[in-house]
């Protein structure tokens, strides 16, 4: 099991930019999938972004329709980190983010692969 904490969201205005930083301990992520969710108040939790080794240190990336062009995810191993960089933010952005992993590293977008949650962080967007 892996330890995973969010950190970097909070209150900003619509066209700005977030990033969103993901650490995890206890296990060597590098190896792992880890994703970004978000769920909005009284929505369901979706997929936004994932990253997944595919040999040596080559990740792919994967992200929803809805964010392309705007959501980047990327990984600092020696910090056991991932990151989701957010820009020209918008009203339907807002919500709380997490980020999960999954020790099989299986190219998935599905909430209930992903054995490891954080606890969220809250992005909230104004305009």
């Known amino acids: 099991q892996v330890d995973l904490v969010e950190s970097g969201g909070g209150l900003v205005q619509a066209g700005d930019s977030l990033r969103l930083s993901c650490t995890g301990s206890?296990?060597?992520?590098?190896?792992?999938?880890v994703a970004w969710f978000r769920q909005a108040p009284g929505k369901e939790r979706d997929f936004v972004a994932r990253?997944?080794?595919?040999?040596?240190?080559?990740?792919?990336?994967d992200y929803a329709d809805d964010v392309k062009g705007r959501f980047a995810i990327s990984r600092e191993n020696r910090k056991n980190a991932v990151y989701l960089e957010i820009h020209s933010l918008n009203l339907e952005d807002t919500a709380v983010y997490y980020c999960?992993?999954?020790?099989?590293?299986?190219?998935?977008?599905?909430?209930?692969?992903?054995?490891?949650w954080g606890q969220g962080t809250q992005v909230t967007v104004s305009s």
């Open positions: 206890g296990r060597d992520i590098s190896r792992y999938a």
């Open positions: 990253s997944r080794r595919i040999g040596g240190n080559v990740y792919s990336t």
């Open positions: 999960a992993a999954d020790s099989g590293n299986r190219d998935t977008r599905l909430p209930s692969d992903y054995a490891d």
